[in-house]
């Protein structure tokens, strides 16, 4: 999308970065100083920079960026500096840091550019003039300003932040002039093309608009209850050379054990005098420990939270204070998991994945009036590899290494451009996704059998942290890329494009005859994989539900599977880290460690009656065929599992699994979304929202009542068990009948 604020073609201003540092993690600090008799009514600006940047005026911050893409599609932020600048003298700053190695958060651009090496651009239009970066700036490298290399999962090293080499009042208009030299002009020159020092420039070509708000920024001082998520602020005097540390953990018992891969550091060495001192990186954590050095006088430590906004006055209550807890907690979660993407833990990597993101996408859909970020996720995840499968994570370590994929991952992103088509319905965007939705769905072709089921695909096919076998003809996945067919079909027909959708629905009509073969007949489910001539009798939860959501199973299976899928006294909590025992909720087992074992164990459950759950990021799924077989009345009693389990290891957000993991991650709020969507009952009917299907079901509870957004407002409702009464500013179906926008009460029978 073009930003007609600026004219298209070369930016008038220039990159620029501080002289002679090209190696390394660093950080410089840019600076101008900008003369005004009079401040226009607006000061339209465009920024951007290679790693990481935070602009200032007048010493207060106006814009953090850019947000994390893939370095050829990486857009600029957009910012108006009127509010912050004044008649007279004011200074214009900006602290950029660039990465040694690709982070889980940054990827970096091909080397063949001088621009890889650090560099930053600025340009404003003061009325009929522009305020540009250019060689009139300032620059220094800051020295102390760096980090130690990353290991583990995480894969980030201890930051470190040296406040002697950067002036307390640098980015003040009344502070002393720090005498810093020019900076230095970047020319972007590539092989083939003698360079120029403008963008547009390789790798990234005429950048774009931001498609996203600046993210909130609120101070909140760190109770070791909750997480929370954000840059350190430390208010300190430290002795000059000193060093301050500040570790965030998730889990607290860490804190007083060795660090472990749910915590991150951040260093400071102070000046000798007291200082505000802040990181330059995002730290997540329920507790934030200190240790300051011999002489040190701490005033605080707080996190200054930087989360994508919560608009709106969306809300859910009903009869059951359990579940206006889950409503709250799903809510929460999602929020410290929303930054420049959707992440999967803000406490130990902070990456996007490709797949997670289904579940935050959803939440956000149903709960915030603001959908950018579910826009901008499932577009920023839209970055094939020359096959067409997605990475796993995109615009960092994991995209830039290409080490393994998960091509399940894909399938739920299919799943999340579908909801777009639902919630959003803009043509061109879906247009602009469709071809990489096909990519997808036609990267699995080549496993494709003599039956028409995919068998023996390679990669990590994790589907859920849960003991799912997937060798051979694994009904999970192939459950996934039947219901990513339909909706692929979907989509193309509306967009219409029939012969897309015959090869679709042909290879669909294929996937559902050879999926026969994995009917158990005598016991009435299906078994989640198949290998001629082994006698493999291990079910799940997962594929269940994926013979239903991918339209495979006959109707009249239906009932059968809905009770297998509800059985209690036949699910158990089984996963492969736990070779010989259950996985009993809140052990506190750890997460993948089978990964590194190779062959996976054994069952140890009865295979012949028993029935893996499934965790709690796959519950989407096994509650969507709840819906979609007619028994969403089902799903208010299912969601107190969370209320069992997952609030017993915290109460403030969700845990990764029911055992152990993280207790942050966003792809746990299932229960959020199915609150509005199940219980409330409110979808979207046809795409773009322009109709919704108003469906409430209370199950058990007693009343029920709430909002969600759609694009021309919030739609309240409230269900009792005799009528169900909906304001809507968008015509609406229930049951049967078709009602206009206003408000209406409805008896139910």
């Not at 800051?142 to 930051?159: D, P």
């Not at 469709?434 to 990519?439: D, H, K, N, Q």
């Not at 996985?583 to 009656?609: F, I, K, M, Q, T």
Request: with cysteine; aromatic share 10%.
């Amino acid at each position: 999308m073009r930003d007609a604020t600026f004219p298209p073609g070369r930016w008038r201003a220039r990159w620029i970065w501080a002289e002679g540092i090209n190696t390394g993690r660093h950080t410089v600090a840019l600076r101008r100083a900008l003369d005004l008799d009079v401040v226009p009514a607006s000061v339209p600006a465009r920024l951007s920079s290679i790693a990481r940047h935070t602009l200032f005026v007048n010493g207060v911050e106006v814009a953090r960026g850019p947000v994390r893409a893939n370095p050829r599609r990486q857009p600029y932020d957009v910012v108006d500096l009127a509010p912050h600048l004044r008649p007279g003298t004011n200074v214009v700053g900006a602290l950029a840091w660039l990465y040694a190695d690709p982070m889980p958060w940054w990827q970096p651009p091909p080397i063949a550019n001088d621009t890889r090496f650090g560099a930053f651009v600025l340009e404003a239009r003061l009325d009929d003039e522009w305020f540009v970066t250019d060689a009139s700036w300032q620059a220094s490298a800051l020295a102390g300003w760096t980090g130690t290399k990353g290991a583990g999962v995480s894969a980030r090293g201890i930051e470190i932040v040296d406040l002697r080499s950067l002036p307390a009042d640098w980015h003040l208009p009344d502070g002393a002039d720090p005498g810093w030299r020019p900076a230095a002009e970047r020319r972007a020159q590539t092989s083939g093309e003698s360079g120029n020092p403008s963008p547009p420039s390789y790798p990234g070509g005429p950048l774009g608009p931001r498609p996203i708000p600046q993210l909130t920024t609120d101070l909140v001082v760190p109770d070791g209850e909750r997480v929370v998520v954000g840059t350190v602020v430390v208010d300190a005097e430290l002795p000059d050379g000193a060093e301050l540390t500040v570790r965030a953990s998730e889990l607290v018992q860490s804190l007083v054990a060795e660090e472990t891969e749910h915590d991150a550091t951040v260093r400071f060495v102070g000046d000798g005098t007291r200082r505000v001192m802040e990181s330059s990186d995002l730290y997540g954590g329920r507790a934030f420990t200190i240790d300051a050095p011999p002489g040190a006088t701490v005033h605080s430590v707080l996190v200054r939270e930087r989360l994508f906004p919560v608009t709106g006055d969306a809300f859910f209550e009903c009869s059951d204070e359990r579940l206006n807890a889950i409503y709250t907690v799903g809510r929460r979660t999602v929020s410290i998991n929303s930054f420049d993407s959707y992440t999967d833990c803000p406490t130990r990597e902070q990456r996007a994945w490709t797949g997670d993101a289904v579940v935050h996408q959803l939440v956000d859909l149903t709960t915030n009036t603001d959908w950018r970020l579910a826009r901008w996720h499932p577009n920023l995840t839209a970055s094939p590899r020359s096959d067409g499968m997605l990475p796993m994570a995109v615009a960092g370590d994991i995209e830039h290494g290409d080490f393994t994929i998960i091509p399940d991952w894909a399938l739920h992103w299919v799943h999340s451009v579908f909801n777009l088509w639902r919630y959003v319905g803009d043509r061109d965007e879906i247009a602009r996704l469709l071809p990489v939705v096909e990519g997808v769905v036609r990267w699995f072709e080549p496993f494709l059998d003599d039956d028409g089921c995919l068998t023996d695909v390679f990669g990590w096919l994790i589907i859920d942290w849960a003991s799912v076998h997937t060798d051979g003809v694994s009904g999970a996945l192939n459950g996934l890329w039947g219901r990513a067919l339909l909706e692929y079909a979907e989509m193309a027909e509306w967009l219409g494009d029939a012969g897309r959708v015959e090869w679709a629905t042909t290879r669909h009509a294929r996937l559902r005859a050879g999926f026969e073969r994995l009917w158990d007949a005598p016991r009435g489910r299906y078994v989640d994989s198949f290998i001629p001539g082994a006698n493999r009798l291990m079910a799940s939860q997962h594929t269940q539900a994926a013979a239903i959501v991918g339209g495979l199973a006959p109707f009249e299976r239906y009932a059968r599977l809905v009770e297998v899928l509800t059985d209690e006294d036949a699910l158990v909590h089984a996963m492969f880290g736990a070779p010989d025992e259950p996985a009993e909720p809140n052990s506190e087992l750890p997460v993948g460690g089978y990964l590194r074992r190779g062959r996976l164990p054994e069952p140890w459950w009865d295979v012949e009656r028993d029935v893996v759950r499934a965790q709690p990021f796959y519950r989407y799924v096994v509650h969507d065929a709840l819906a979609e077989s007619g028994h969403a009345e089902l799903i208010p009693d299912q969601l107190l599992d969370w209320d069992r389990w997952a609030m017993k290891r915290c109460a403030t957000s969700w845990t990764e699994t029911w055992y152990g993991g993280t207790v942050s991650h966003g792809w746990s709020s299932t229960p959020t979304r199915d609150l509005v969507q199940r219980v409330l009952g409110i979808e979207p009917l046809e795409p773009g929202f322009t109709v919704a299907s108003i469906e409430p079901e209370l199950g058990p509870l007693e009343w029920a009542r709430g909002a969600a957004p759609c694009p021309a407002g919030l739609i309240t409702v409230d269900v009792r068990p005799d009528a169900v009464t909906v304001e809507s500013p968008i015509p609406f179906e229930h049951g049967a009948a078709l009602y206009d926008a206003g408000r209406h009460t409805i008896e139910r029978g």
